[in-house]
């Protein structure tokens, strides 16, 4: 299953930041951001995720964070 997300990260410290609590949420997780796109896209890959939870992260981060469809 593959999630994208349009988001308010900017920074690759913001990304450092994200990086242990993205990690944590499964050990199948790849993903990545892509800050040169305008909705600074974070893609995911993995299987049984939940969108709710990357939202819900990134906000606890104080990133909006929003799927794609």
Do not use: H, Y
Request: glycine share 2%; net charge negative; with cysteine.
């Amino acid at each position: 299953m593959i999630l994208v997300f349009k988001t308010t990260v900017e920074t690759d410290e913001d990304i450092r930041k994200l990086k242990p609590k993205l990690d944590d949420l499964s050990a199948d997780l790849e993903w990545n951001f892509d800050l040169e796109d305008c909705d600074k896209v974070l893609r995911v890959e993995g299987f049984c995720i939940s969108p709710m939870a990357i939202i819900n992260l990134l906000a606890e981060s104080s990133f909006e964070c929003e799927e794609l469809e």
